[in-house]
């Protein structure tokens, strides 16, 4: 009895290491973009509805490659042109050994229809509930998202 349930520990580790191990280094990079994305000076009028992150197959294409998305979205009274002209100057550093700079991507949900920009991925539910919250004039996303980097043999990269 004691025996059996030895090697059932035994198996259930090596299960549990096979499965989380090659999950640490792409989370450790997803917190590298996450610590450079909150140095981001918003629009001191906007105001902070819901933030995200993930990592994964996010950019499309076929799934030989692992991809960093972090962002918020946000309400402003500003104008849209506003919001543009103050990310514009917005880079957040990837965290892949490069280290080369990421701009920013703004999209309006107002413009896009539900399987489009930003929307395609899996946040659909925070700006659902962003539209029927908000209080300021303009609805807004702001997000880096740093795609094609080694997916390893993490499982959400394919």
Do not use: W
Not at 52 to 71: I, K, P, Q, R, T
Request: overall charge negative; charged content about 20%; hydrophobic content about 40%.
């Amino acid at each position: 009895m004691i025996r059996t349930l030895v090697i059932t520990s035994i198996i259930v580790s090596i299960l549990a290491a096979v499965i989380l191990i090659p999950l640490f280094p792409h989370d450790r990079q997803l917190a590298k973009l996450e610590a450079s994305y909150a140095l981001v000076a918003h629009l001191p009028s906007s105001k902070k509805m819901a933030e995200f992150s993930e990592v994964g197959l996010l950019g499309g294409a076929n799934g030989n490659h692992c991809d960093f998305l972090v962002g918020e979205i946000r309400q402003s009274d500003a104008s849209e042109e506003e919001i543009r002209r103050h990310y514009s100057s917005q880079q957040v550093t990837s965290p892949s050994e490069a280290a080369y700079s990421l701009a920013p991507v703004l999209e309006f949900p107002e413009h896009r229809t539900q399987h489009s920009g930003i929307l395609q991925y899996e946040i659909k539910h925070l700006v659902s509930k962003a539209r029927v919250d908000r209080s300021l004039a303009t609805l807004y996303v702001v997000y880096y998202l740093d795609e094609g980097h080694e997916p390893g043999i993490d499982f959400r990269c394919y």
